[in-house]
């Protein structure tokens, strides 16, 4: 079976995007599965939070012989070279075994204006065909050469036509949020934005010159796997398990409000859903949170550090004692499960 391309998008900065990419990503490799991060966002904060390079030096995955980067990787046909594709060489990720990622690079944005023009023009000017459809076909390539699984990708938060490509021609899409006003606007906004996306996708799939261009545009239809919200503070009361403050409550109301009223509804009407059955089968109800992600807290400054998600960190890694050491422990086994959660139902609603 081929893998299933997943985009993590919200034109909203500041929703643990990246993080989820990462903590997802790690923890599906341990269920065993073989995963794929793609570094989309040319700020490239994937890359430089799973890798382990001296930042001070120069950028070591750049070569003029390998392809060693998502921008390396696409520049034969963004740059009209006479030669094909040929497959990133993907870095293993350390610590993790089947989990590896495409390094991103910061000159990525440097073929945004182009790959809107191509968006708009390839229709009528040949030169331009092989662009649109380059992004998938060189995520293909790089993925086949582990047989992956699942790919992940990191995209950044704009409504560019990087991102509109990206998400068209991926198989399935989860949204990361946090639970704030800006974040429900967001919603409104990508209710409005997804479909049309994918409607402009559905027309460039007929367009015969994108058919036979050297990278034909694939015709996909992104499924909606479901939301993630976090960054928020729990707490106790009346001996009941933690749960969000009352002031980050208000905000989860109103996110599954406008998901249940307003983003559903949409994806529905566009065919951007899959069936309720496989929602329901994945105990996931896409009314719903995919998984709900508390506050790391001081854990997240241990985890960039070493480059190690929240959930695997260990006493020595914490290097604390006592029972501040226990209950960030306790915290990292709660984060263990809730991934856990995340993976098994990403799992079985894209089997």
Request: charged share 15%; aromatic share 8%.
């Given at each position: 079976m081929a893998h299933q391309q997943i985009a993590f998008f919200n034109h909203k900065g500041g929703v643990s995007k990246t993080t989820s990419v990462f903590h997802i990503g790690w923890m599906l490799a341990s269920l065993g599965k073989t995963?794929?991060?793609?570094?989309?966002?040319?700020?490239?904060?994937?890359?430089?939070?799973?890798l382990d390079y001296d930042h001070s030096e120069e950028y070591p995955f750049e070569s003029k012989n390998d392809v060693l980067n998502i921008r390396d990787g696409l520049a034969p046909a963004f740059e009209a070279r006479p030669v094909p594709l040929r497959p990133v060489q993907l870095q293993k990720v350390p610590a993790v075994e089947r989990l590896y990622i495409l390094p991103g690079h910061v000159g990525l944005a440097e073929y945004e204006s182009q790959l809107s023009i191509a968006h708009e023009l390839s229709a009528s000017l040949s030169a331009l065909q092989n662009i649109p459809g380059s992004l998938r076909w060189l995520i293909d390539l790089t993925a086949a050469s582990v047989d992956?699984?699942?790919?992940?990708?990191?995209?950044?938060?704009?409504?560019?036509?990087?991102?509109?490509?990206?998400?068209t021609t991926s198989d399935a899409f989860i949204i990361p949020m946090a639970p704030d006003f800006f974040s429900a606007m967001a919603l409104r906004s990508l209710a409005r934005v997804l479909p049309k996306w994918y409607a402009w996708s559905t027309r460039a799939s007929e367009q015969e010159i994108l058919i036979?261009?050297?990278?034909?545009?694939?015709?996909?239809?992104?499924?909606?796997?479901?939301?993630?919200?976090q960054n928020y503070r729990t707490r106790a009361r009346d001996g009941k398990e933690a749960a969000p403050t009352r002031a980050y409550q208000k905000w989860f109301d109103a996110l599954l409000t406008v998901k249940t009223d307003i983003l559903l509804p949409s994806l529905a009407n566009s065919g951007l859903l899959l069936a309720q059955k496989t929602y329901v089968d994945a105990q996931s109800p896409p009314n719903e949170f995919l998984v709900e992600v508390p506050d790391f807290n001081s854990l997240i400054a241990i985890s960039q550090q070493i480059s190690k998600p929240v959930f695997s960190l260990?006493?020595?890694?914490?290097?604390?004692?006592?029972?501040?050491?226990?209950n960030q422990l306790e915290s990292v086994l709660s984060f263990a499960t809730i991934y856990r959660i995340a993976a098994e139902k990403i799992s079985a609603i894209l089997k």
């Open positions: 995963v794929v991060l793609v570094d989309c966002d040319p700020q490239c904060n994937l890359t430089g939070l799973l992956a699984d699942f790919v992940l990708v990191d995209m950044s938060p704009s409504l560019g036509a990087l991102n509109q490509n990206l998400f036979n261009s050297a990278y034909p545009w694939p015709s996909k239809t992104p499924k909606y796997v479901g939301s993630i919200v260990t006493k020595d890694d914490i290097k604390n004692s006592g029972s501040v050491a226990q």
